[in-house]
């Protein structure tokens, strides 16, 4: 197991006004993997706001080579809405994929990137977590409270920890839950 573990975590939304950081913290210390200890200084779970995701995908490449200078075992998670305009998920990591290897970014290390792409915006997993249905081909109503945003974050984390069953989860939380056990597979290592 990793000594020193630092997950940054790079997501659509403008500091202070974005439900991202709220659901990732939430989740990531819900689900309590062994390598991310309670204690300070030895592991870091790090959102960083990025507004659009033009501006995410220019700022991936960067924060990867960042990532990778650091040492240790730091992991970068990219959170993405997956918009109208991407069918489908390997749509949307192409786009990130052909930014990085316009940086100088070899497909081995563009492959150590978790991705997470929740449907036109994580509000539909929230629904869907919440309320047990979302319909992804519309977006989920617009969240402003913090908790509905955690109670749905700790459900998600129950469910990858097989405490809780249910029903079928939506493609893009199923895509995006197979990046994290890749994930979780990489850090047992």
């Given at each position: 197991m990793?000594?020193?573990?630092?997950?940054v975590c790079l997501h659509e939304g403008k500091k202070g006004r974005s439900i991202d950081p709220i659901f990732i913290r939430t989740l990531l210390k819900t689900i309590r993997p062994p390598w991310i200890r309670p204690w300070d200084?030895?592991?870091?779970?790090?959102?960083?706001?990025?507004g659009g995701r033009a501006e995410?995908?220019?700022?991936?490449?960067?924060?990867?080579?960042?990532?990778l200078e650091m040492g240790g075992d730091t992991t970068l998670m990219v959170w993405a809405d997956l918009d109208d305009d991407m069918e489908?998920?390997?749509?949307?990591?192409?786009?990130f994929q052909e930014a990085a290897r316009a940086n100088g970014i070899t497909d081995e290390?563009?492959?150590?990137?978790?991705?997470?792409?929740?449907k036109d915006r994580l509000e539909n997993?929230?629904?869907f977590l919440n309320t047990g249905a979302t319909d992804e081909?519309?977006?989920?109503p617009r969240l402003?409270?913090?908790?509905?945003?955690?109670?749905a974050a700790r459900r998600l984390a129950q469910r990858c920890l097989g405490q809780q069953v249910g029903p079928a989860i939506p493609p893009s939380l199923d895509w995006s839950c197979q990046n994290w056990r890749s994930l979780v597979a990489r850090m047992r290592r």
């Open positions: 990793p000594s020193r573990t630092q997950i200084g030895n592991n870091i779970i790090r959102p960083q706001d990025c995410l995908i220019a700022r991936m490449p960067a924060e990867l080579k960042g990532c489908n998920c390997e749509m949307l990591k192409a786009k290390q563009f492959n150590q990137v978790v991705f997470v792409f929740a997993w929230i629904e081909s519309r977006e989920g402003k409270d913090g908790r509905p945003v955690a109670d």
